[in-house]
């Protein structure tokens, strides 16, 4: 079965930093997926990435999918306290057939951001 | 337009109780997946549904049901609480939860199930 590790597992940075978070998927990456949680609460999608070498971008956050590395990476420029939270990747288990309903979740990244 | 919305917030039963859990799809959203989130494993899918039809399945005891009506609206039951059943239930929605990549699932805000 497919895994997915995150890393860091947490990080702490200064309003204003640059900060980058990777999902290093332990099979093919079909459709990768990048969810935000604050504590105890829902997920909310940021981003959905397809193709290898595909780059998406949503105000200061930018995802990226590296296919060879079955990688990607979540980059947040300038961050600010409301960037605080859990990240969490998210992958298709299946390569074009049917996932229904299922993705494999990283054990998420917590960030926070200190003002 | 409305999101996805889970019933109870917050609930805490005692061991060997049986508990219930709902959660109405976003309008026009025909598949309800459930996810079970806990601190020791993370997100772990319980099993998904689209027109009253169980599509796929998790690795959970068969103390883990749900169905699904007519109206999309999907409930989760677990019988016979077990302590390590305390975690953070999550229902997400999606249009069609069929594969190439296109697969993404809005999250209701979870119930919180505390055993006793």
């Known amino acids: 079965s497919q895994e997915l590790e995150q890393s860091p597992q947490s990080l702490i940075v200064q309003e204003g930093k640059n900060l980058t978070i990777n999902c290093t998927s332990s099979?093919?990456?079909?459709?990768l997926y990048w969810y935000k949680q604050k504590y105890g609460e829902g997920l909310i999608f940021l981003m959905m990435?397809?193709?290898?070498?595909e780059e998406k971008s949503h105000e200061k956050i930018t995802a990226k999918l590296d296919e060879k590395k079955q990688q990607s990476s979540l980059h947040i420029t300038a961050s600010q306290p409301s960037h605080a939270g859990i990240y969490l990747c998210g992958a298709d288990d299946v390569a074009g057939g049917t996932s229904y309903g299922k993705l494999t979740f990283g054990q998420g990244t917590i960030l926070t951001v200190h003002p | 337009k409305a999101g996805v919305t889970q019933t109870p917030r917050y609930l805490i039963k005692t061991r060997g109780q049986q508990v219930t859990l709902s959660c109405s799809p976003i309008s026009g959203h025909r598949s309800v997946s459930w996810y079970q989130q806990t601190p020791g494993q993370g997100l772990q899918f319980l099993f998904e549904?689209?027109?009253?039809?169980?599509?796929n399945k998790g690795n959970f005891p068969g103390r883990f049901s749900g169905r699904q009506f007519s109206n999309s609206r999907s409930e989760m039951n677990v019988s016979t609480l077990e302590l390590g059943d305390s975690a953070l239930y999550l229902c997400?929605?999606?249009?069609?939860?069929?594969?190439?990549?296109?697969?993404?699932?809005?999250f209701g805000a979870g119930s919180r199930l505390t055993v006793l």
């Open positions: 549904y689209f027109s009253e039809t169980q599509r």
């Open positions: 990435l397809q193709k290898g070498g």
């Open positions: 099979k093919t990456l079909y459709g």
């Open positions: 997400a929605s999606s249009l069609e939860a069929r594969g190439s990549g296109a697969n993404v699932l809005t």
